[in-house]
């Protein structure tokens, strides 16, 4: 069965330190994954895909296969980036996303 | 406006009322999904629509009865509410397939049944 896990529910950083936040993946077929965020009081909104390969708002994910894992990144932390995320893969019979549980991610001054 | 938009944004009921939420999507997808969104479970799957047609349905309470007259538009009728059915519900849109998919979310609906 397919399946996402966002192994942490709260992650509190400072300000300009490093951020991962951790997603791992268990799917039989060739996966595409997202991250979508939800900051306050505004609607969930795409954050990246893999197969873009880009770098949104300094937010990177790297595919892992053999580690079945697609973490989020970002070196320097700003307190803006304060918002849930959700780690996500694409199943195309019925063609739906399977989310995980979400990561909320504090950013303290 | 554009995007997927969602009436009412809140809504208070009893347990013996009957209420609809209402999604519009102005993408041009064919593809709508309702969500619940709550402290308890951050994120489930409730409806899929594709093609005004509902493609699952995923153990929901028959309180809760979707309906897609068209493409563009879907309803979620409530009846008969417990007081654990509030929740955030959102609606999202998404083309059926292709490499550009991406579900496209509404602002949700904040519902209370008291």
């Known amino acids: 069965a397919q399946r996402v896990t966002q192994p942490e529910k709260l992650l509190s950083v400072f300000k300009g330190a490093p951020v991962e936040l951790k997603c791992n993946y268990s799917y039989s077929g060739s996966p595409e994954l997202f991250w979508y965020v939800q900051y306050s009081r505004q609607r969930l909104q795409l954050l990246l895909r893999?197969?873009s390969r880009e770098s949104i708002k300094g937010f990177t994910a790297d595919l892992n296969k053999g580690e079945t894992s697609f973490h989020l990144k970002k070196p320097f932390a700003q307190e803006e980036d304060s918002a849930m995320y959700y780690c996500?893969?694409?199943?195309?019979?019925?063609?739906?996303?399977?989310f995980g549980a979400g990561t909320i991610l504090r950013v303290k001054s | 406006e554009t995007g997927v938009t969602q009436t009412p944004r809140h809504l208070v009921m009893g347990m013996t009322n009957k209420k609809s939420l209402k999604c519009e999507q102005h993408l041009g997808h064919n593809a709508m999904y309702w969500y619940k969104q709550s402290a308890k479970k951050p994120l489930e799957l409730m409806f899929v629509?594709?093609?005004?047609?509902?493609?699952e349905n995923n153990s929901v309470p028959s309180r809760f009865s979707p309906e897609c007259p068209n493409s563009s538009h879907l309803f979620l009728h409530l009846h008969t509410l417990q007081p654990e059915d509030s929740a955030l519900y959102l609606c999202a849109s998404s083309p059926w397939t292709g490499l550009s998919y991406e579900q496209y979310f509404g602002p949700g609906t904040r519902l209370t049944v008291t």
């Open positions: 996500a893969l694409y199943r195309e019979y019925g063609n739906k996303l399977v």
């Open positions: 893999h197969i």
């Open positions: 629509y594709s093609l005004e047609e509902r493609v």
